[in-house]
Structures are given as C-alpha cells and as structure tokens.
C-alpha cells in the first residue's frame, strides 16, 4: 500500500494546528545542493535551507533517488499556520522495513525549540503509524547526550532496546514501541503533554 502525499494532520486538530508536509523532490535535491536556488529556499526556513540540515537533504536526495517510494514518509516540513516559514523537519527514515518497523525523526530550528514542536510532531507521527496496518513498530534513536529526546520519546513508551553505530550521527540509543502497545491516553493511543 502507498503512502498518501497529502498533509499529515496533528490527530488532535483541537490541540495542535501543527501539520507535516511533503517536501517536493525537486526542493529537496536542491536543498541537498551547495547552493540551493533561491525557488527551493523561498517559504523554507534559513535553518532547513543551511548548513544545519545539509546532510539530511543529501541523504533524503539519495533516497528518494535510490527508492521513490520512500519519498512520502521521509522529511516533511513542520508547519504552525501561525508562523510564517516552517519549523523544522520530520517525518520518518523510510517505508517500513520488511519487519514493520518505521525510524522516526525530527529537527526542530533551535530559535523555535521548547515550544511543543517535536512533541506535536512526534504525535503525528505516532498517529500515522498506527493508522497503517504494515507498520508494528516504530524506532526512535537518541544520541546518548541529547536528553530532551531522550525524556520525549521515553513519555511516549518508547522502551529502550540497545544501542549502534550511526556512521554520521555516532553513537545512539535505540528505542522501540509497537503500534499495538496501549499509549498513556487510549482515546487516541498517544501521550497527551
């Protein structure tokens, strides 16, 4: 089953506005690019379009290259109808994976952060997985420093399953939780903050 282009919404429209939008492909090779053009910067954020978030669009460029596929559940850009240009990026690091299992990420532009970006993000996301029968699990990893994405997955269930070698990010921490694994709030199966 594909995986639908269109917006994904916070599954709590009443909560958040917040919605995650596909990147076009051409915008993201461009973003990847040493000099992205000024088309594939206009409406993305100076952060999304520089140096901080270069190698993501490298790497999305690939993929979306090597797998089309991929290219609706990778990076989209986090969007608050009330702040003018995006607010980062997330979305998930492929396709599930021959077991069911789903990566989430999220990159919040440090000027926004601590403002409930990446928890409504990762709601989102969690709300998509659950909504797809293909997908059993879904995989966070955390560099072992960074704990505010530690605390955030972790008020989730994520559940903490080891740890690998990243040959770009180093060192992380893997966590897992299953789709089917009952969340703090049942209504929607997530965590409310």
């Known amino acids: 089953m594909t995986m639908t282009s269109t917006p994904w919404h916070h599954p709590r429209p009443e909560q958040s506005r917040l919605h995650l939008d596909v990147v076009p492909s051409i915008v993201v090779h461009e973003l990847a690019s040493d000099r992205p053009s000024a088309l594939a910067a206009q409406g993305i954020s100076p952060y999304i379009a ?29 969007v608050d109808p009330d702040v003018m240009l995006p607010v980062g990026v997330a979305g998930f690091h492929g396709a599930p994976d021959e077991r069911g299992m789903v990566e989430i990420g999220y990159r919040v532009d440090p000027e926004l952060r ?21 997908v059993t699990t879904v995989r966070a990893t ?49 965590a409310p903050r």
């Not at 140096?51 to 986090?78: F, G, N």
């Not at 992380?172 to 009952?182: A, D, F, G, R, V």
């Open 114 to 134: 601590r403002r409930g970006y990446a928890r409504r993000s990762v709601e989102t996301l969690l709300a998509v997985a659950q909504s797809r029968h293909e």
């Open 50 to 78: 520089g140096i901080e978030c270069r190698s993501l669009c490298r790497m999305r460029s690939k993929q979306i290259d090597d797998t089309p596929a991929d290219a609706p559940w990778i990076t989209r850009l986090m």
């Open 142 to 190: 955390v560099a072992p420093g960074n704990a505010p994405s530690s605390t955030l997955v972790k008020s989730f269930g994520f559940v903490e399953m080891g740890e690998q070698w990243d040959d770009e990010d180093g060192l992380e921490i893997i966590y897992e939780i299953s789709t089917s694994t009952p969340h703090r709030d049942q209504a929607v199966r997530i």
